[in-house]
């Protein structure tokens, strides 16, 4: 790619960006939220319209750019998307299969097409019923079936006879991937690669980076500011390049958790008794004032269910929540009762259940404070409004910073510091988090732990659930392990490392114990 930019109105979201794959490599490209990397994909796949002057040249043949809508194929290109991509009211056959159809195809055999598609799902051990819906699969699930449908893209145009070399474009990959199937996907990758393409991996996550790839370009506010062999540089000399050498120290020092004062002393801002429903089978806790409490554990052990119970968007059998010495059945609670209670939840899917797309950034991040900026008459002040929105934006550092833009056209890192934005201004009283930092990099991340921080001074309880250990032992003051839908063990102060939260997470996930408990 050559010369690459692209225009949203003033605001330019790629600056003359010179781009390079080679035959049979896996290169890195990286880059804060909102640097220009899912845009440079777009351009590719011929969703997004570039400037002019850009150019696209592949085993050194000019392509005109934009692509017209679905030649990447023919042109060896394959995607999965850092939102997946999928058409989520479609089944998982559909999804495999309407991408490749012509225009003149004659009728579609849909029951020759399910028997393919369950062959195809099945040669990559993928255990997908073909007559789902996307809606209806877990995110872990959705993820396999973009992967898989990237994977069979590279093949069939492989098997049309040598038309160039092809190249697998991964946006985010393993944000909805656990640590299994992380596995499956780099198996995935080295089998491309091994087959003859090429493979454009963007993640945050280094760690994977290291062990796929061999070079890194590196964008920063839409223009290409290094490349480097990823065997001749350090973590630090890559996250320097990715946020600059002036914000590396603060994301080093934001990141790093500090020990609360003795929180176990603060008064308790939420108490939860024998909470059932989903994987939890009877859960007691309770959140001090000002207290970070993290929830670790594998897939299925319950851990992931809790914060939709506790807001009402998964239905409880029993349990009770005590807030402001008031004691409330979660049994019946709606996401409405939550948010009454001054609950807040910022779910995982973000894209699904935390913003309205077609809605601009202002409307999301102001949506649940409206009544505060309308007068008796119901009309908004749209004055004041603007301005409160305006801080918000600074305060939470969101890129662009343009209110009147969807919100759908962000970056993932910024679209979740909206959905944070419009949850604080609420001033709940426990905040639930869920995966909150996946997708998000270096920089945002960073923001992310410092501004829930401070919405704890108030004295809001924090619940978050992540499977990233690291992340726990950073930003938590207690660690709760979970495992067959039991709290299982609890870490304290510096007791809370990375380290004690794996070892706590498999050796209860694999205790017969628990599991004869769990049966009980």
């Known amino acids: 790619m050559r010369n690459v930019t692209q225009r949203f109105g003033a605001f330019r979201a790629l600056k003359n960006v010179d781009f390079d794959v080679h035959h049979g490599e896996t290169v890195a490209l990286l880059g804060e939220n909102g640097c220009g990397k899912s845009t440079l994909v777009k351009i590719l796949a011929g969703i997004n319209v570039p400037d002019p002057e850009s ?11 934009p692509l017209p809508p679905g030649e990447f194929r023919d042109l060896g290109l394959s995607f999965v998307h850092q939102d997946l991509g999928l058409s989520r009211t479609l089944t998982v056959v559909e999804n495999l299969t309407i991408g490749g159809l012509g225009s003149t195809r004659r009728r579609i055999n849909w029951r020759r097409e399910r028997s393919r598609a369950r062959e195809v799902l099945r040669s990559y051990n993928v255990d997908v019923d073909p007559s789902a819906t996307i809606d209806q699969l877990p995110p872990v699930a959705q993820a396999l079936v973009a992967i898989v449908r990237a994977a069979e893209d590279l093949k069939l145009y492989r098997e049309r006879g040598d038309l160039g070399h092809s190249v697998l474009f991964l946006d985010e990959p393993t944000v909805f991937l656990p640590d299994t199937e992380v596995e499956f996907l780099f198996d995935l990758v080295r089998s491309v ?129 005590s807030l402001n010495g008031h004691a409330h059945p979660i049994a ?24 309205v797309a077609p809605l601009t950034v202002g409307e999301n991040a102001s949506i649940l404070v409206n009544d505060r900026y309308t007068t008796a008459g119901r009309r908004i002040q749209g004055r004041r409004l603007n301005a409160r929105i305006r801080q918000l934006l600074d305060r939470f550092d969101v890129r662009p910073r343009r209110s009147d833009v969807p919100i759908g056209q962000l970056s993932g890192g910024n679209q979740q510091k909206v959905v944070l934005a419009k949850w604080l201004e609420i001033e709940p009283r426990v905040l639930l988090l869920h995966e909150p930092t996946q997708g998000v990099d270096v920089a945002a991340r960073a923001e992310i732990y410092r501004l829930v921080r401070e919405g704890t001074e108030a004295g809001m309880g924090v619940i978050w659930v992540s499977s990233d250990f690291e992340e726990l032992a950073r930003v938590c003051d207690r660690v709760l392990i979970m495992a067959h839908g039991l ?13 004690a939260i794996s070892t706590a997470v498999y050796r209860y996930s694999t205790d017969e114990g628990a599991m004869l408990a769990h049966a009980s």
Do not use: W
């Open 55 to 65: 150019e696209l040249y592949l085993d050194g043949r000019p392509h005109a750019l």
């Open 193 to 321: 690669v091994a087959g003859g393409a090429s493979t454009v991996f963007i993640s945050h996550d280094l760690s994977a980076v290291r062990r796929l790839c061999q070079r890194a370009a590196v964008l920063r506010d839409g223009e290409l500011v290094g490349e480097a062999q990823l065997g001749q540089v350090s973590d630090n000399d890559l996250v320097e390049m990715i946020v600059g050498p002036a914000k590396q120290t603060l994301v080093g020092r934001s990141q790093r958790r500090t020990l609360a004062d003795d929180v176990s002393r603060r008064p308790v801002a939420c108490e939860i008794s024998d909470l059932r429903g989903g994987r939890v089978y009877g859960v007691t806790l309770s959140i001090h004032e000002t207290e970070v409490v993290g929830i670790a554990g594998l897939l299925g052990s319950g851990a992931d269910d809790i914060p939709y119970l506790l807001f009402g968007a998964q239905r409880a059998e029993s349990g009770t929540m």
């Open 332 to 355: 019946g609670m709606t996401t409405v009762d939550a948010v009454y209670r001054q609950v807040a939840l910022v779910p995982a899917d973000r894209r699904r259940d935390a913003i």
């Open 487 to 499: 709290v299982r063990s609890e870490l304290t102060g510096n007791d809370v490392t990375e380290d």
